[in-house]
Protein backbone atom coordinates (compact mmCIF):
# COMPACT_ATOMS: atom_id res chain seq x y z
CA UNK A 1 0.00 0.00 0.00
CA UNK A 2 1.22 3.53 -1.09
CA UNK A 3 1.73 5.60 1.78
CA UNK A 4 0.02 8.91 2.04
CA UNK A 5 1.26 12.10 0.72
CA UNK A 6 -0.75 14.75 2.52
CA UNK A 7 -2.69 13.21 5.82
CA UNK A 8 -4.75 15.78 7.35
CA UNK A 9 -5.04 16.72 10.80
CA UNK A 10 -7.54 15.43 11.65
CA UNK A 11 -6.26 11.67 10.41
CA UNK A 12 -3.23 11.84 12.04
CA UNK A 13 -5.20 12.48 15.20
CA UNK A 14 -6.29 8.90 14.79
CA UNK A 15 -2.79 7.34 15.22
CA UNK A 16 -2.15 10.12 18.14
CA UNK A 17 -4.73 8.39 20.43
CA UNK A 18 -3.94 4.78 19.27
CA UNK A 19 -0.25 5.08 20.41
CA UNK A 20 -2.12 7.34 24.03
CA UNK A 21 -4.06 4.08 24.38
CA UNK A 22 -0.80 1.86 23.58
CA UNK A 23 0.95 3.92 26.23
CA UNK A 24 -1.51 3.52 28.97
CA UNK A 25 -1.55 0.26 28.26
CA UNK A 26 2.29 0.36 29.02
CA UNK A 27 3.01 -1.83 25.30
CA UNK A 28 5.83 -1.02 23.56
CA UNK A 29 5.35 -1.33 19.45
CA UNK A 30 7.17 -4.60 19.76
CA UNK A 31 4.53 -6.03 22.15
CA UNK A 32 1.32 -4.22 20.43
CA UNK A 33 3.09 -5.94 17.05
CA UNK A 34 3.30 -9.31 18.09
CA UNK A 35 -0.06 -9.02 19.71
CA UNK A 36 -1.60 -7.97 16.33
CA UNK A 37 0.10 -10.38 14.37
CA UNK A 38 2.20 -7.79 12.43
CA UNK A 39 5.34 -6.19 12.39
CA UNK A 40 6.55 -2.99 14.33
CA UNK A 41 7.24 -0.81 11.50
CA UNK A 42 3.67 -1.49 10.74
CA UNK A 43 2.56 -0.19 14.18
CA UNK A 44 4.93 2.80 13.87
CA UNK A 45 3.21 3.48 10.62
CA UNK A 46 -0.07 3.20 12.13
CA UNK A 47 0.44 5.72 14.63
CA UNK A 48 2.02 8.07 12.08
CA UNK A 49 -0.93 7.48 9.65
CA UNK A 50 1.45 7.13 7.05
CA UNK A 51 -0.84 4.54 5.35
CA UNK A 52 -5.04 4.17 5.72
CA UNK A 53 -6.35 2.81 8.65
CA UNK A 54 -10.09 0.53 8.63
CA UNK A 55 -12.52 0.88 11.54
CA UNK A 56 -12.23 -2.67 12.35
CA UNK A 57 -8.28 -2.65 12.87
CA UNK A 58 -8.86 0.75 15.07
CA UNK A 59 -11.30 -1.31 17.25
CA UNK A 60 -8.81 -4.39 17.33
CA UNK A 61 -6.16 -2.07 18.52
CA UNK A 62 -8.48 -0.47 21.16
CA UNK A 63 -9.19 -4.50 22.26
CA UNK A 64 -5.29 -5.14 22.52
CA UNK A 65 -4.75 -2.20 24.51
CA UNK A 66 -7.47 -2.71 26.73
CA UNK A 67 -9.50 0.38 26.04
CA UNK A 68 -12.77 0.30 27.80
CA UNK A 69 -13.97 3.80 26.66
CA UNK A 70 -16.19 2.95 23.91
CA UNK A 71 -17.26 5.99 23.03
CA UNK A 72 -14.07 6.88 22.34
CA UNK A 73 -13.10 3.82 20.11
CA UNK A 74 -16.05 4.31 18.09
CA UNK A 75 -15.86 7.72 17.53
CA UNK A 76 -12.22 7.12 16.09
CA UNK A 77 -13.52 4.05 13.93
CA UNK A 78 -16.31 6.62 12.66
CA UNK A 79 -12.79 8.75 11.88
CA UNK A 80 -10.68 5.79 10.36
CA UNK A 81 -14.02 4.90 8.29
CA UNK A 82 -14.86 8.16 6.56
CA UNK A 83 -12.82 8.65 3.39
CA UNK A 84 -15.18 11.11 1.62
CA UNK A 85 -13.13 14.14 0.56
CA UNK A 86 -14.10 17.45 2.07
CA UNK A 87 -14.73 20.68 -0.20
CA UNK A 88 -11.19 22.10 0.82
CA UNK A 89 -9.20 19.43 -0.89
CA UNK A 90 -9.94 21.97 -3.69
CA UNK A 91 -7.14 24.55 -2.43
CA UNK A 92 -4.48 21.60 -1.75
CA UNK A 93 -1.82 22.68 -4.16
CA UNK A 94 -3.17 26.77 -3.49
CA UNK A 95 -3.18 27.35 -0.02
CA UNK A 96 -1.12 25.93 3.44
CA UNK A 97 -2.30 22.74 4.78
CA UNK A 98 -3.01 24.59 8.28
CA UNK A 99 -5.82 26.78 5.84
CA UNK A 100 -7.56 23.06 5.03
CA UNK A 101 -7.22 21.67 8.68
CA UNK A 102 -9.26 24.36 10.35
CA UNK A 103 -11.82 24.02 7.30
CA UNK A 104 -12.03 20.39 7.75
CA UNK A 105 -11.55 20.35 11.87
CA UNK A 106 -14.63 23.18 11.40
CA UNK A 107 -16.45 20.99 9.12
CA UNK A 108 -16.57 18.03 11.82
CA UNK A 109 -16.94 19.94 14.82
CA UNK A 110 -19.64 19.11 17.00
CA UNK A 111 -19.68 22.97 18.40
CA UNK A 112 -17.31 25.53 18.06
CA UNK A 113 -15.99 28.58 20.54
CA UNK A 114 -13.50 30.92 19.29
CA UNK A 115 -12.16 34.24 20.97
CA UNK A 116 -10.54 37.60 18.92
CA UNK A 117 -8.99 40.59 20.51
CA UNK A 118 -8.38 42.51 17.44
CA UNK A 119 -9.59 40.95 14.20
CA UNK A 120 -13.53 39.67 13.58
CA UNK A 121 -13.61 35.80 13.61
CA UNK A 122 -12.95 34.35 9.92
CA UNK A 123 -16.14 32.85 9.95
CA UNK A 124 -18.63 35.88 10.90
CA UNK A 125 -16.05 38.20 8.06
CA UNK A 126 -17.44 39.91 5.08
CA UNK A 127 -15.38 39.47 2.04
CA UNK A 128 -14.36 43.03 2.04
CA UNK A 129 -13.31 42.72 5.50
CA UNK A 130 -11.40 39.87 4.76
CA UNK A 131 -9.70 41.48 1.82
CA UNK A 132 -8.61 44.06 3.82
CA UNK A 133 -6.83 41.89 6.03
CA UNK A 134 -4.91 39.55 3.68
CA UNK A 135 -4.07 43.25 2.01
CA UNK A 136 -1.62 43.44 4.81
CA UNK A 137 -0.36 39.69 5.24
CA UNK A 138 2.66 39.35 6.13
CA UNK A 139 5.11 38.23 3.79
CA UNK A 140 2.83 39.71 1.13
CA UNK A 141 0.42 38.10 -0.58
CA UNK A 142 0.04 37.91 -4.27
CA UNK A 143 -3.52 39.28 -5.61
CA UNK A 144 -4.70 35.69 -6.70
CA UNK A 145 -3.49 34.05 -3.47
CA UNK A 146 -5.45 36.29 -1.72
CA UNK A 147 -8.43 35.63 -3.65
CA UNK A 148 -7.81 32.14 -3.12
CA UNK A 149 -7.79 33.01 0.91
CA UNK A 150 -10.97 34.52 0.55
CA UNK A 151 -12.87 32.09 -1.83
CA UNK A 152 -12.03 29.47 0.82
CA UNK A 153 -12.86 31.52 4.04
CA UNK A 154 -16.38 32.37 2.45
CA UNK A 155 -16.64 28.84 1.76
CA UNK A 156 -15.93 28.00 5.53
CA UNK A 157 -19.01 29.63 6.50
CA UNK A 158 -21.17 27.72 4.90
CA UNK A 159 -21.21 25.35 8.29
CA UNK A 160 -23.05 28.23 10.12
CA UNK A 161 -25.80 27.83 7.89
CA UNK A 162 -26.74 24.23 7.54
CA UNK A 163 -29.89 22.74 8.73
CA UNK A 164 -28.31 21.65 12.03
CA UNK A 165 -25.34 24.23 12.23
CA UNK A 166 -22.99 23.18 15.34
CA UNK A 167 -23.52 25.76 18.23
CA UNK A 168 -21.16 28.37 17.31
CA UNK A 169 -19.80 30.91 20.90
CA UNK A 170 -17.90 34.08 19.57
CA UNK A 171 -15.71 35.91 22.34
CA UNK A 172 -14.52 39.15 20.55
CA UNK A 173 -13.09 42.12 22.34
CA UNK A 174 -14.68 45.40 21.88
CA UNK A 175 -10.93 46.80 20.41
CA UNK A 176 -11.79 44.45 17.37
CA UNK A 177 -15.35 45.86 16.24
CA UNK A 178 -13.77 49.61 16.64
CA UNK A 179 -10.53 48.46 13.76
CA UNK A 180 -11.25 50.15 10.38
CA UNK A 181 -9.78 47.32 8.37
CA UNK A 182 -10.47 48.92 5.11
CA UNK A 183 -11.84 51.91 5.95
CA UNK A 184 -14.92 53.30 7.29
CA UNK A 185 -17.52 52.17 4.93
CA UNK A 186 -15.84 48.15 5.25
CA UNK A 187 -15.81 48.47 8.59
CA UNK A 188 -19.86 49.68 9.37
CA UNK A 189 -20.71 47.04 7.11
CA UNK A 190 -18.81 44.46 8.89
CA UNK A 191 -20.73 45.39 11.78
CA UNK A 192 -23.92 45.61 10.37
CA UNK A 193 -22.98 41.48 9.16
CA UNK A 194 -22.20 41.07 12.72
CA UNK A 195 -25.10 42.48 14.62
CA UNK A 196 -27.15 40.82 11.54
CA UNK A 197 -25.36 36.79 12.08
CA UNK A 198 -25.52 37.66 16.09
CA UNK A 199 -29.84 37.24 15.97
CA UNK A 200 -29.16 34.08 13.79
CA UNK A 201 -30.33 30.66 15.95
CA UNK A 202 -27.04 29.03 17.18
CA UNK A 203 -24.58 32.13 17.19
CA UNK A 204 -23.55 34.00 20.13
CA UNK A 205 -21.88 36.81 19.97
CA UNK A 206 -20.34 38.12 22.82
CA UNK A 207 -18.21 41.19 23.17
CA UNK A 208 -15.91 41.81 26.28
CA UNK A 209 -16.28 45.92 26.57
CA UNK A 210 -12.80 47.93 27.60
CA UNK A 211 -14.47 49.49 30.61
CA UNK A 212 -14.57 45.26 31.60
CA UNK A 213 -13.23 44.40 35.40
CA UNK A 214 -10.56 41.58 33.91
CA UNK A 215 -9.53 40.37 30.73
CA UNK A 216 -8.02 35.84 31.08
CA UNK A 217 -6.20 35.83 28.23
CA UNK A 218 -3.02 36.56 26.69
CA UNK A 219 -4.56 37.95 23.47
CA UNK A 220 -4.06 35.15 21.15
CA UNK A 221 -6.64 34.07 18.89
CA UNK A 222 -8.16 31.18 20.25
CA UNK A 223 -10.62 28.59 17.81
CA UNK A 224 -11.79 25.45 20.14
CA UNK A 225 -13.33 22.75 18.49
CA UNK A 226 -15.54 20.38 20.17
CA UNK A 227 -15.00 16.40 19.10
CA UNK A 228 -17.42 14.23 19.06
CA UNK A 229 -16.13 13.18 22.57
CA UNK A 230 -14.15 15.29 24.92
CA UNK A 231 -10.82 13.32 24.03
CA UNK A 232 -11.14 14.50 20.71
CA UNK A 233 -11.35 18.15 21.34
CA UNK A 234 -9.14 20.11 19.50
CA UNK A 235 -7.50 23.41 19.90
CA UNK A 236 -6.26 25.68 17.19
CA UNK A 237 -3.99 28.75 18.81
CA UNK A 238 -3.12 31.64 16.50
CA UNK A 239 0.34 32.48 16.46
CA UNK A 240 2.80 34.88 14.14
CA UNK A 241 4.20 32.19 12.74
CA UNK A 242 0.79 30.28 11.94
CA UNK A 243 -1.80 28.36 13.94
CA UNK A 244 -1.00 25.64 16.20
CA UNK A 245 -3.25 22.52 17.05
CA UNK A 246 -3.32 21.56 20.29
CA UNK A 247 -4.81 18.03 21.67
CA UNK A 248 -3.31 17.28 25.40
CA UNK A 249 -5.64 16.79 27.51
CA UNK A 250 -4.17 19.42 30.18
CA UNK A 251 -4.15 21.85 27.36
CA UNK A 252 -7.47 21.55 26.71
CA UNK A 253 -8.37 21.73 30.11
CA UNK A 254 -6.40 24.87 30.32
CA UNK A 255 -8.43 26.52 27.28
CA UNK A 256 -11.51 25.30 27.93
CA UNK A 257 -11.01 27.27 31.27
CA UNK A 258 -10.05 30.81 29.41
CA UNK A 259 -13.04 30.64 27.87
CA UNK A 260 -15.13 29.85 30.33
CA UNK A 261 -13.15 33.06 31.89
CA UNK A 262 -13.55 35.29 29.11
CA UNK A 263 -17.42 34.26 28.65
CA UNK A 264 -18.10 35.06 32.25
CA UNK A 265 -16.55 38.45 31.70
CA UNK A 266 -18.01 39.35 28.57
CA UNK A 267 -21.40 40.88 27.94
CA UNK A 268 -24.91 39.08 27.44
CA UNK A 269 -25.98 38.45 23.77
CA UNK A 270 -28.36 40.96 23.59
CA UNK A 271 -25.91 44.17 25.32
CA UNK A 272 -23.18 42.82 22.49
CA UNK A 273 -25.39 43.39 20.10
CA UNK A 274 -26.46 46.73 21.34
CA UNK A 275 -22.85 47.91 21.71
CA UNK A 276 -21.84 46.51 18.03
CA UNK A 277 -24.95 48.97 16.88
CA UNK A 278 -23.28 51.69 18.95
CA UNK A 279 -20.13 51.41 17.29
CA UNK A 280 -21.39 51.12 13.89
CA UNK A 281 -23.18 54.65 14.43
CA UNK A 282 -19.99 56.26 15.38
CA UNK A 283 -17.58 54.54 12.56
Not at 5 to 18: F, K, Y
Not at 32 to 55: C, K, V
Not at 197 to 217: C, K, N, Y
Not at 254 to 273: C, G, H, I, Q
Amino acid sequence: MAPRSAPTARRLRIGVELRRMRERAGMTAAEASRSLGTTQAQISNIEANRFGISAERVRTLAHIYGCTDQPLVEALADMAADRTRGWWEEYRDTLPPRLLDLAEMEHHATALRVTQVINIPGLLQTPEHARALFREAVPALRPHEIEYRISHRIKRQVILHREQPPPYTAIVHEAALRMQFGGREVARAQLKHLAEVSEQAGIRLLVIPFDGTSFPTTGHAVDYFHGPVPDLDTVEVDTAHGGELIDAAGQLEKYRLVLDRMEAVALKPAPSRELIHRIAQDT
